[in-house]
Structures are given as C-alpha cells and as structure tokens.
C-alpha cells in the first residue's frame, strides 16, 4: 500500500511537470512569437541601414505589413484623432520627429514647423511621396504622382488659368450667381444635408471652370463618385470588396471612363472646328498646350488632371464653408463682427455697381481672419507625403534615402506652443498677427504649394458675404459626433435649415 502511494504520488507529480512543462513551452512560443511580430519591421527595414540605424528618429515601425495603420485609423475614427502622435510624443517626448510605419512603407512622421518646412521646400532631397494606393486613385500623371520637372511644367499651365487675376475677376461673377441662388434654393428646402450642399456649389463652380458644364445629371454622377474616392485615399489598399479601397478603385474607374468620353467629344469638337478661337475652359487649354518641342499632353496626362482639380476644387473649399459657417453661427460675437464689415462694404458700393468686385473681397480683412482660422482649426489636409531621395540629417537625425515623410500639418495648427487654445475658434487671434515660417499650412508649402488656393478662399469669401448679410443656419443636431476620416464632419453631414433673414 506504502508503494502504491508512492507510486501515485509520482504519478501525479509526473503529469504535474508535464502540464507545466508543456505550459512553459506555450508561454516560451507566445513571447517568441511577440518578439518576432514586434521586431520583424525593424529586421526588414531598420537593420540593412547599418551603422545608419542608430542615427533614425525614435519611434516604432509597428507591427508587420499593418505597422502603425491600425493605431492610426483607430485614432482617427474615435472622438480623439489626436491620440495617434500624443502616443509618440508621450513615449518619446516632443521633438517633432519620429519614425513609423505607415501607409505601407517606412516612414518618418514630422510635427514641428522647422522640419515640416525643410521637407517641403527642400526639392534637391525630397520629392513627392503618396502611398501608391494613392497614386492609383488620384493618377500617375497628377501633381501627386510626377516628377518636380513634369509638375513645374503642369503648374504653369494651369496656375494662372485657375488662381490668376483676371481668372479670379471672371469668375467671381458666376460664382456670386450660383451663390445666391443656392441659398435662396435652401432656404425653401427645410431641412437639408447642408455639407452635402455645399458640396455639390462648390463642384458646379469647379465643373463650370474646368468643363464649362452646367449638366446637374452629370454633376450628380461625378460628385457621388468623387465620394467614394475620397474614402479609400486616407484608407488601407485593400481591394477586397467591402472595403474602401476597393470602392474607390470602382469610383477611379468610373470617372475616367466619364473623362474619356468628354475628351474625345472634345477633341471631335476641335477636328470639327466647332470651337471657339479663345480658350473658355481648362479643358481647352490642356487639349491645346504644348512644349518647347510641340509635344502635347495625352489623353491620360489631361484625365488625371482632372481627377484631381476636380477632386481639390471643390472637395477642400466645401467643407471650410461648411465649418466658418457652423464657427460663426455657433459664436454670435465674431456673426457680428464679420457681418458690419459686409454691410459696411455694401454702404461704400456706388449705386451703378452690381454685385461683388477683387477690391471689395480683398477688403474683408475680419472675414479673411475667419476664413484663415477656420483652415486652421479644422485643418483640412492633415498631412502631405514626402519621400527621401537621398539620405537627409534632420537636426541630427537620419532620413534614409527611399523612406517616406509625413509632415503632419494637424499637429502644427494644434500646438499650444504657436497657438494659444489651439481647439478654441478665435479668428481674432490673427488681427495684426503675422504667423512664423510653416506654422501655418493649410495648403501646404513650396514650389507644390496648392495651386488653387486663392480660388478657394475666394470661394468661402463670396459665400460667406451673401450669408451673413441675408440668412442664418439652424442645425438639428448642433452635438452631432464627428468623423475624421477622409476629412473632419459632423456624422450627419451638418443637418440644417437655410433660414432668410431679410
């Protein structure tokens, strides 16, 4: 009995040792496992820098193929975007450079005006550097997918035509018209998505400068599929139906398909000599421009162009409406303020004049204020890509050539540090206030600073002169949650009346 005893109690202590020995194991290969997933990017991408390694930003590349994306998008899509760098700056402390893994490619994340203002303007040592998921839905022949010398050229094209003087001085008068008459629209209207209307003025106003076309069945058409593609540009590239990417590949189809149609009716039109001697649109221009040596611009070169002016033309100009609008109704103090200095420029107007004239929007100087501090606080690009084309030291640290940057415009619109109360809305702030080198960046820096940006402030401009003069909005909602991604909105798309006040 004494033995058999024995006997059970080794037993029980020899399957005691083999569950424990086998749960050490289980343990040993989940911490090896966490290891190898913690450390694969840094094997793949940090080690073939060599002695270069040490000289990198701190930071992390996160996971493998997913890096930092999920930190990110589960940032973005929460009630605190900003979580995303606070977690870099909380590990690491706040010296505006980290390292990361983003978009599907190392990167390096820059957050102070110094070194954003260094990438951008420094064309000898970086280049464009979009995720190529971007390229693809945007185009390779857009400004976001070629060469410096390509989008000099481009930019000369089509800068003056957009943001010149005299373009701005023609267009001001249809973009005044259709402003009137669309607010005078949506105030019979009741309740409306008013994001979803001001997107759809501002891509009339861009459609009519690029393609002369009032067509409301073919705006319609575009506009919901520019939606689409706006939601898988910020989006992992997954081309898994269901997903973004994959609804915005659909939408990049479709769009150039509606694009090629246009340009060969066009281009029927001009073998037809059925046009006009004088240019009246965009597209005339890109059909008609040529190089030193006579080459002309291909039917993809012209397509992509349009997939992107029409995407930035109206896309950027809606939503700020939409935001100094709900800014100004949500504070009476700055309503008022703005509004005397409409009525003030309508009291000095000569009685022969009618409507808007450049002298009298350049005199909006309280409402150029709002203009600016909505762009700032909403922070509409959040960030621009960048890509090293050699290895560049950065107030002491390595950029490796090939990895991408990203100069993260949210965080410098946000600092407490250039901004006093970076969240309050205070246009005030920028009365007799010059802001320092690249702490203000709306529309980016350098020789690809947005080439329609003096359209789109004029935009806000004339619609916001109109507005306070004659309405007020009323939101349904006013505590709507917001959604980040592809751009700051209320998740119910402003819902609101138009109502007239005079």
Same mark, same amino acid.
């Given at each position: 009995m004494v033995l058999l005893g024995v006997g059970l109690v080794l037993g029980n202590l020899g399957s005691m040792l083999t569950v424990i020995l086998g749960t050490a194991s289980f343990v040993g290969v989940l911490v090896a496992l966490k290891w190898v997933l913690e450390n694969a990017n840094w094997w793949l991408y940090e080690t073939k820098l060599g002695e270069k390694q040490y000289s990198l930003p701190p930071g992390d590349l996160g996971l493998p193929f997913i890096?930092?994306?999920?930190?990110? #998008?589960?940032?973005? *899509?929460?009630?605190?975007?900003?979580?995303?760098? $606070?977690?870099?700056?909380?590990?690491?402390?706040?010296?505006?450079?980290?390292?990361?893994?983003?978009?599907?490619?190392?990167?390096?994340?820059?957050?102070?005006? +110094?070194?954003?203002?260094? !990438?951008?303007? /420094?064309?000898?040592?970086?280049? %464009?550097?979009?995720? !190529?998921?971007?390229?693809?839905?945007?185009?390779?022949?857009?400004?976001?997918?070629i060469s410096f010398e390509e989008h000099k050229r481009l930019r000369k094209i089509t800068a003056a035509p957009v943001n010149g003087h005299e373009a701005l001085s023609v267009y001001m008068k249809y973009i005044e018209e259709i402003v009137i008459s669309s607010l005078e629209k949506w105030s019979t209207m009741g309740d409306i998505e008013f994001l979803t209307q001001v997107r759809k003025l501002t891509f009339r106003i861009i459609m009519h400068i690029f393609l002369s076309s009032e067509s +409301?069945?073919?705006? +319609?058409?575009?506009?919901?599929?520019?939606?689409?593609? $706006?939601?898988?540009?910020?989006?992992?590239?997954?081309?898994?139906?269901?997903f973004a990417y994959h609804k915005a590949l659909k939408a990049r189809k479709n769009l150039v398909a509606i694009f090629q149609s246009l340009v060969n009716e066009r281009r029927a039109q001009q073998r037809a000599g059925n046009f006009l001697e004088k240019k009246k649109d965009m597209m005339d221009a890109l059909l008609d421009v040529e190089d030193e040596e006579g080459n002309k611009l291909t039917d993809e070169d012209i397509i992509d162009i349009l997939v992107m002016y029409l995407n930035a033309g109206h896309e950027s100009s809606g939503h700020t409406i939409m935001w100094a609008t709900t800014y100004l109704q949500r504070h009476p103090e700055y309503f008022q303020k703005a509004k005397a200095?409409?009525?003030?420029?309508? *009291?000095?107007?000569?009685?022969?004049?009618?409507?808007?004239?450049?002298?009298?929007?350049?005199?909006? +100087?309280?409402?150029?204020?709002?203009?600016?501090?909505? #762009?700032?606080?909403?922070?509409?690009?959040?960030?621009?890509?960048?890509?090293?084309?050699?290895?560049?030291?950065?107030?002491?640290?390595?950029?490796?050539?090939?990895?991408? !940057? #990203?100069?993260?415009?949210?965080?410098?619109?946000l600092d407490s540090e250039i901004?006093?109360? %970076?969240?309050?809305?205070?246009?005030?702030?920028?009365?007799?206030? @010059?802001p320092k080198p690249a @702490?203000?960046?709306?529309?980016?820096?350098?020789?690809?600073?947005?080439?329609?940006? /003096?359209?789109? *402030?004029?935009?806000?401009?004339?619609?916001?002169?109109?507005f306070l003069l004659n309405y007020k909005l009323e939101r349904l909602n006013p505590e709507c949650p917001l959604m980040y991604l592809p751009h700051t909105r209320p998740k119910d798309n402003c819902l609101a009346r138009v109502i007239k006040t005079t």
């Open positions: 890096g930092n994306m999920w930190s990110f #998008l589960r940032a973005f *899509k929460s009630d605190q975007p900003d979580s995303f760098i $606070n977690s870099f700056v909380s590990r690491f402390g706040k010296i505006g450079i980290y390292k990361a893994y983003m978009f599907g490619f190392p990167s390096i994340i820059c957050t102070v005006p +110094e070194t954003c203002k260094r !990438v951008l303007t /420094d064309d000898d040592a970086f280049k %464009p550097g979009w995720p !190529v998921s971007a390229v693809e839905l945007i185009g390779k022949k857009s400004f976001i997918g +409301e069945s073919a705006m +319609e058409a575009l506009e919901r599929e520019y939606t689409a593609l $706006n939601y898988g540009v910020r989006a992992m590239a997954i081309n898994i139906p269901g200095e409409q009525e003030a420029i309508l *009291k000095r107007r000569p009685p022969t004049q009618k409507g808007l004239n450049l002298k009298e929007y350049r005199e909006m +100087e309280y409402l150029s204020n709002v203009i600016d501090e909505t #762009l700032r606080v909403v922070s509409f690009s959040l960030v621009v890509f960048r890509e090293a084309k050699k290895d560049v030291n950065v107030n002491g640290y390595i950029i490796p050539k090939g990895w991408k !940057v #990203l100069t993260w415009f949210r965080s410098i619109h901004y006093e109360n %970076p969240l309050e809305f205070n246009p005030e702030r920028w009365q007799n206030y @010059t @702490t203000f960046l709306p529309f980016g820096a350098g020789s690809r600073l947005c080439p329609g940006n /003096d359209l789109a *402030k004029m935009e806000v401009g004339i619609f916001l002169h109109h």
